[in-house]
């Protein structure tokens, strides 16, 4: 039975979906005005576990990520620059241009860890008339105000379940943090809807409040009811993302919509370096590019995956390297059983089956990754000993090993039979090119018995004319 731990109860619960058998879940997505970082790599590697293990539990997942290419300013207190606006200026190209390089880079670097995609991309900008209506919904409903500099902001004392999630009160919390608050707002903590664009601004669209753009919260709210609905299953983030963030993302739609926005809020921790926050406007992050020119991006994931998505986890070079030497003997205890059992993997029994029902009862508990990791190396141990005849036991460990790559997203197998679809690819391209260059002899002969070779072996060549 998978149990969650619920930032709204703080405690872990019993997961049970709105409709048996389906999941939604939301997760929010990067703001892409930068490459993405070991920060990004931690919180959407251990969603993809997620994603992936209540895909093993046999649940249909409909997994739902933005990218924020809009919205996110520089300031808390809605107020300073478009973080994207801000980084178009710097390198001197269109605000849709950075969105779109860091949005690859980001999805590069997620196909590097071997992380899924998800079953929606969405970006904010692609939802526009979705926000102006969610928006004005919020306005109809008396919880949101327009001003006279043509901001529309959310009125935060009206809604009485603020704080619900961060537990955060109107007293002790909101307004004294904020370094500098937009002056047009009513009160201090209240957080903007809609901004008004000001004239040099550049990413700007028509709404019945003038010229402007989403305040950064809104786009999640119109997003889930979009693709979710109005309650949907599980809604996660950092945790750095519980306040403002969500807080802010629960009123609105519990306001707009009228009913719960979501059942379970799924947190996890972030990655510290000597236990700051590793961040983009920080300056104190390594891009994911410069840590794969290091490691085997696998063994970064497996690095990630030896804490608990709610632990705290500082950052080392060295905690990596660790990591990967550690990895490496994985894959040699796969190469091991796959060797013994010529790929052949089976049902385990016995100590294989024995392990396989520790690892999921630790995923059931709250996706508990760093047990399921000492499960793995008590099967690694196990393989070390294996005796050449015991073929049928190696292939029910290879197939808990396969059940887990699965699962943790792992990569056991090793380089050379990852690269083997590259080569063939390369290997095409070479042939292509002799049989151009015999066709240009008008060696004809030779060139079309290669074709059919090919075409015996299921290959489909087209001649264009030469
Ligand atoms: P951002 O690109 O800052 O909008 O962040 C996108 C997601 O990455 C959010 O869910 C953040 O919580 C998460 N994130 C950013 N920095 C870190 C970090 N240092 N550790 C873990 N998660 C992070
Ligand atoms: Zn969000």
């Known amino acids: 039975m998978l149990k969650i731990y619920n930032s709204f109860t703080k405690q872990k619960e019993v997961f049970r979906p709105i409709v048996e058998g389906k999941v939604g879940m939301y997760v929010c997505g990067p703001t892409v005005y930068g490459p993405p970082h070991l920060g990004h790599a931690r919180t959407y590697t251990n969603f ?170 809104i786009e999640c709210s119109t997003l ?57 406007s920080l300056g104190n992050f390594i891009t994911c590019e410069e840590l794969f020119n290091e490691f085997d991006p696998m063994g970064v994931r497996y690095f990630i995956l030896q804490f608990s998505y709610r632990s705290p986890m500082d950052f080392t070079k060295k905690a990596i390297a660790d990591a990967s030497a550690q990895f490496e003997k994985i894959k040699d205890a796969y190469k091991k059983l796959e060797n013994m059992t010529h790929g052949a993997s089976d049902k385990p029994t016995g100590e294989a089956e024995d392990i396989l029902k520790r690892i999921t009862e630790a995923m059931d508990d709250d996706f508990n990754t760093p047990l399921a990791i000492a499960e793995l190396l008590r099967l690694v141990k196990i393989v070390g000993s294996l005796g050449e005849g015991e073929v049928e036991k190696a292939k029910g460990l290879l197939g808990v090993m396969q059940k887990v790559e699965f699962i943790l997203g792992l990569k056991f197998e090793g380089e050379e039979k990852r690269s083997s679809g590259e080569n063939e690819e390369k290997l095409m391209d070479i042939i292509a090119e002799v049989r151009s260059k015999l066709r240009q002899e008008k060696n004809y002969a030779l060139s079309d018995f290669i074709r059919d070779k090919l075409q015996e072996s299921g290959i489909t060549v087209k001649d264009k004319k030469v």
């Not at 860890?113 to 306005?139: C, D, F, H």
């Not at 979710?228 to 299953?233: E, H, I, S, V």
């Not at 809604?235 to 979501?262: L, R, T, Y």
């Open 48 to 217: 993809d576990v997620i994603y992936r293990y209540l895909m093993y539990k046999g649940y249909k997942v409909k997994y739902v990520q933005n990218i924020t290419d809009v919205g996110h300013l520089v300031g808390d207190g809605d107020d300073g620059e478009d973080k994207i606006q801000k980084q178009a200026k710097k390198e001197d190209i269109d605000p849709y241009e950075i969105a779109y390089k860091y949005e690859t880079l980001y999805f590069d670097a997620m196909g590097k860890l071997n992380i899924l995609k998800p079953s929606i991309s969405a970006r904010a900008t692609g939802v526009i008339p979705e926000i102006i209506e969610m928006v004005q919904t919020i306005i109809d409903k008396g919880y949101g105000y327009v001003t006279k500099a043509g901001n529309v902001y959310f009125s935060v004392r009206k809604f009485k379940n603020y704080g619900q999630l961060s537990r955060r009160t109107l007293d002790n919390n909101l307004s004294g943090e904020r370094i500098t608050v937009a002056d047009d707002k009513e009160a201090p903590e209240d957080f903007a809807l809609w901004k008004r664009a000001e004239k040099n601004h550049l990413m700007k669209w028509n709404s019945p409040w003038g010229e402007g753009y989403p305040g950064w919260h």
């Open 224 to 280: 889930t009811k979009k693709f979710l609905g109005k309650t949907f299953d599980i809604h996660g983030g950092g945790i750095d993302n519980i306040f403002p963030h969500h807080e802010c993302e629960c009123a609105q739609s519990e306001v707009a919509n009228g009913q719960k926005f979501v059942n379970y809020f799924v947190h996890n921790n972030l990655l510290t370096v000597n236990g700051t926050k590793m961040g983009k």
